[in-house]
């Protein structure tokens, strides 16, 4: 088969809708996966394409990882030219108050989640020429957010697998990137900052966000031509978007307090 196709995690809304919508719109097949089943047939609905396939996945379970890609190989025409690993939680907290459960889960959907799906789709991204694995990591990976501790240790731990990877996977012709968004206009973002505990971060905030730089408010179509961007461009490995975000990860390098004043700025802002 010809037509090129896209695996997305966390397929059945946010991100992973617009990056599915995007890539069908130009032709691809794509595949969504997600835990949400009733959500992933109005993602399938809301896309309105035949070349769109959906399966109920915990991206924590390999076994179902690898059977999810077992059914999408013989949808696609085995081939898999991008695997878009972008499933993820975000519950924040102070460290000392979140349970352990929580803790766990966040590493589990995060990070395993990530290590599982690119296991269980190594062979066929191995048998596709030209394939991608791109995976979504965060702002907090270029500079850790307070309340958000075990989140950013997660996303670093993508940005960084990302990393070992692209040289790791190089010589199978895989390309390795991540995508590093600040604040996406998604339910996750909705529900994150709604809950309004007077912390950091969790303030009502999407009418305070800045109108400019690097934590303004960007559609979720700004990271499926992020990825677009990815799949059509091997030379960056890191996709911030939008691009302010990056400016962080370049003071960091030479000046680390910099970086963290400004990371303090925009998390206490107003108090
Ligand atoms: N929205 C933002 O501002 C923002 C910023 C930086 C990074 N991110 C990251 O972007 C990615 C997508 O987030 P979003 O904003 O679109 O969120 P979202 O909550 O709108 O979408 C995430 C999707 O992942 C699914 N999911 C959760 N756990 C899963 C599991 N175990 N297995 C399979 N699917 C699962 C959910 O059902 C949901 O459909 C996440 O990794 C998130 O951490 C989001």
Redo the contacts with the bound molecule.
């Keep these: 088969m010809n037509t090129k196709a896209i695996f997305i995690?966390?397929?059945?809304?946010?991100?992973?809708?617009?990056t599915g919508q995007r890539f069908a719109e130009a032709g691809w097949r794509v595949g969504l996966?997600?835990?949400?089943a009733a959500?992933l047939a109005a993602a399938k609905a809301a896309i309105g394409s035949e070349a769109v396939m959906t399966g109920v996945?915990?991206?924590?379970d390999p076994d179902a990882f690898s059977e999810a890609v077992k059914l999408f190989s013989a949808w696609s025409g085995d081939r898999m030219d991008i695997l878009f690993?972008?499933?993820?939680?975000?519950p924040g907290g102070l460290l000392e108050e979140m349970s352990v459960a929580t803790i766990r889960a966040v590493i589990?959907?995060?990070v395993f989640?990530v290590i599982h799906g690119i296991r269980a789709a190594l062979p066929i991204l191995k048998r596709t020429d030209n394939a991608l694995c791109i995976s979504?990591?965060?702002?907090?990976a270029t500079f850790g957010h307070a309340m958000r501790a075990v989140?950013t240790a997660?996303?670093f731990a993508?940005k960084g697998l990302t990393e070992a990877l692209s040289l790791e996977l190089e010589q199978y012709d895989i390309r390795t990137a991540d995508?590093?968004?600040?604040?996406?206009?998604?339910?996750?973002?909705r529900?994150?900052t709604a809950k309004g505990s007077g912390r950091p971060f969790e303030l009502s905030m999407l009418d305070r966000l800045p109108k400019t730089g690097a934590y303004r408010l960007?559609p979720?179509s700004a990271?499926a031509d992020a990825v677009w961007a990815a799949y059509h461009n091997s030379d960056p490995i890191h996709f911030y978007v939008p691009e302010e975000v990056g400016d962080t990860d370049r003071v960091k390098a030479t000046d680390i307090q910099a970086a963290r004043s400004e990371i303090k700025d925009f998390l206490f802002r107003g108090r």
């Design positions: 995690t966390g397929g059945a809304g946010g991100m992973g809708l617009a996966f997600d835990l949400d959500a996945l915990d991206v924590t690993n972008n499933a993820g939680i975000a589990d959907v995060n989640g979504t990591s965060s702002s907090v989140y997660s996303k993508v995508v590093l968004p600040g604040c996406i206009d998604t339910p996750m973002l529900t994150e960007m979720a990271i």
